[in-house]
């Protein structure tokens, strides 16, 4: 179909989604509420275009114009877009990379679901060894918070 496709072998898996927006809640029944990346056998690639994540417990959306992710075994290499925003992700059990960067005031709202911010250019950046241990830094420039 034009939402969805799929590729799947028994040591691969390729998904390509156009137009969908996913509705992601922790399971609270669940011992483990987090995907454990150092056990993971997976190998997953993920292209999308126009896909949205929707993390229901934070009221959160991260909107993207394209996407694209590959899960090799115990590492995740994702890169994204929205508008002149560009995400560049690697996370592994032992190393976390994000940066974002040329966020804008209209998606930077619309993740938040608050008018926070008016005008400016945002950059986000975070390192650490893990979803635990991490540093960031976030830069702004031309902006007023509301």
Do not use: C, M, P, W
């Not at 190998?43 to 996407?67: C, M």
């Amino acid at each position: 179909s034009d939402t969805a496709s799929a590729k799947i072998s028994s040591d691969n898996k390729e998904i390509h989604l156009k137009n969908l927006s996913y509705i992601y809640r922790k399971h609270s029944n669940s011992s483990n509420s987090t995907f454990d990346i150092a056990t993971n056998t997976q190998n997953i690639s993920f292209g999308g275009a126009n896909v949205a994540l929707i993390l229901a417990d934070s009221n959160k959306t991260l909107a993207f114009d394209r996407v694209e992710a590959d899960l090799k075994g115990n590492a995740l290499d994702l890169k994204g877009s929205r508008g002149n925003a560009k995400f560049d992700l690697y996370y592994s059990s032992n190393d976390l990379n994000l940066n974002v960067s040329n966020i804008d005031d209209n998606y930077l709202n619309e993740f938040l679901q608050k008018q926070a911010v008016q005008d400016g250019v945002f950059n986000l950046s975070i390192k650490g060894s893990g979803l635990e241990y991490f540093d960031g830094q976030i830069d702004f420039k031309n902006t007023y918070v509301k």
